[in-house]
């Protein structure tokens, strides 16, 4: 079974702080993405990277940025947080082609104060 | 036309109904399309591929109109346990990556 592990469930932040959320996968997969879901806007896709050192940006990277130094680990930076950035957040994986099914980490609700 | 669009919902059904969703996406060049389910508070979770010659596994059948850009999911015999969102999910275009719907809530009713 594909396993996708993320640092904390719950994290509690004040603006300006500068957070690190971590997602690892267990399964040699080469495509990871972080998407946050808020309530009526759904699963909104902030940058993937489909291999290491390699990132792209989604349909909301301001605000935040990511780093890949291996291929098991994708970390999303919020630079300094805002009230904003108040969320669930996900990490995924997949496989090989981009268009392959996505594993989902448990998430992250973060909440900036 | 948006992407990937689908019914919010919520579908209040009783149990042992048989429910039907629809989904319509607007790139004709998608290949690969799925749908997910999501428990409140939880992650999405892969429900099944959906394959161009439809497929079914178990109580749930999913299909693929290709002409009319749509995917429909149909649960037979709905059980509490099927209460949850469903994200229909497809690929922007070829060898492009996967979006999700903002999903249709489905509440079994006992």
């Known amino acids: 079974d594909v396993k996708v592990t993320q640092s904390s469930r719950y994290l509690v932040k004040r603006t300006g702080e500068k957070v690190f959320l971590e997602c690892v996968q267990d399964m040699d997969h080469e495509n990871m993405f972080w998407y946050r879901q808020d309530p009526g806007l759904g699963l909104r896709l902030i940058y993937f990277?489909?291999?290491?050192?390699?990132?792209e940006k989604g349909d909301i990277p301001e605000g935040y940025s990511v780093s890949r130094e291996k291929k098991e680990r994708f970390s999303l930076i919020l630079e300094s947080a805002s009230t904003n950035q108040t969320s669930m957040y996900l990490c995924?994986?997949?496989?090989?082609?981009?268009?392959?099914?996505?594993?989902f980490g448990p998430g992250t609700r973060l909440l900036v104060l | 036309r948006k992407e990937v669009e689908q019914d919010p919902g919520p579908f209040n059904v009783p149990e042992g109904a048989t429910v039907a969703f629809n989904c319509t996406y607007s790139n004709s060049a998608s290949q690969s399309f799925f749908w997910y389910r999501q428990d409140c508070r939880k992650e999405p979770k892969l429900l099944m591929s959906?394959?161009?010659s439809g497929n079914e596994d178990g109580r749930f059948t999913a299909q693929l109109n290709r002409a009319s850009q749509y995917i429909s999911l149909l649960i037979r015999d709905s059980k509490l346990s099927d209460s949850a969102t469903y994200l229909c999910?497809?690929?922007?275009?070829?060898?492009?990556?996967?979006?999700f719907g903002k999903g249709t809530r489905l509440h079994i009713l006992p």
């Open positions: 959906v394959y161009s």
């Open positions: 999910v497809v690929n922007k275009g070829r060898d492009d990556k996967i979006i």
């Open positions: 995924a994986s997949s496989l090989s082609a981009l268009g392959e099914t996505q594993y």
């Open positions: 990277s489909y291999d290491v050192k390699m990132k």
